[in-house]
């Protein structure tokens, strides 16, 4: 595998079930990003690992649960979701963030999503 | 803060014909621009970013983009069309990063839909 890998691709869940996503990065990166991208809104960043250190929690609901194991790996536990959590789920991950030494760039690479829907 | 508006929601084109995608952006810092493209059951592919330097940028599968900072743009161009063209197409910011936590937050625009026809 290369890139960034996510699973499952599609879930479909009742409100009242617990699951969860996951992803992982073949890329040597250090930080990893949950995106919540609904139809017809602008892709909505959820959560940032940096190292393996929450950084950003974007006022996400408690019923999103990260977890960040490695620098590999990232997982997005649901419990008790509500139907308008029906998204595509993104993960992406970059090299090492915010280093003054880089060129300050750091790319940003997507996962192909989790389609979640929630009945 | 910054805001990016992609004014377009959908965009369609014949194919072999040429394609502008507008964006406009709203930031009280310098920022780095991209457009990103997202084929149908896929994540997103950067197409093009524009960092510092020339104003035109070339990206892959022949689009480029053109940086207008007086008008705040980064409107995205294509001479002629394919249709494997046909995606969703994201416009986004971001500041530079400046060491600590700066870890490149994107700003997205809400996406265009570009369907190309025969």
């Known amino acids: 595998e290369t890139g960034v890998t996510q699973t499952p691709r599609h879930l479909v869940m009742g409100m009242t079930n617990k699951k969860s996503l996951k992803c992982e990065q073949h890329l040597g990166h250090n930080a990893m990003y949950w995106y919540k991208q609904s139809a017809k809104k602008p892709l909505e960043l959820m959560f940032v690992?940096?190292?393996?250190?929450?950084?950003e929690n974007n006022s996400v609901p408690s019923r999103f649960s990260p977890e960040c194991p490695n620098s590999s790996h990232l997982f997005l536990h649901l419990h008790t979701l509500q139907p308008e959590d029906s998204a595509l789920y993104l993960c992406a991950s970059s090299p090492f963030p915010g280093s003054p030494i880089l060129s300050s760039y750091n790319e940003q690479f997507f996962g192909p999503g989790t389609r979640l829907t929630v009945l | 803060a910054q805001s990016v508006t992609q004014l377009d929601s959908q965009v369609p084109v014949f194919e072999e014909a040429p394609v502008e995608l507008r964006c406009n952006y709203s930031?009280?810092?310098?920022?780095?621009l991209f457009w990103y493209v997202q084929y149908p059951n896929q994540g997103l592919q950067l197409l093009l970013k524009y960092l510092s330097g020339s104003t035109l940028v070339k990206g892959i599968n022949g689009f480029e983009a053109e940086f207008n900072k007086s008008q705040t743009s980064f409107h995205l161009r294509k001479p002629s069309v394919h249709i494997s063209d046909t995606a969703e197409y994201f416009c986004a910011v971001r500041p530079p990063s400046a060491g600590g936590t700066s870890y490149g937050k994107l700003t997205f625009g809400q996406g265009t839909i570009l369907t190309v026809h025969p």
């Open positions: 930031s009280s810092v310098s920022v780095y």
């Open positions: 690992y940096s190292l393996e250190e929450r950084v």
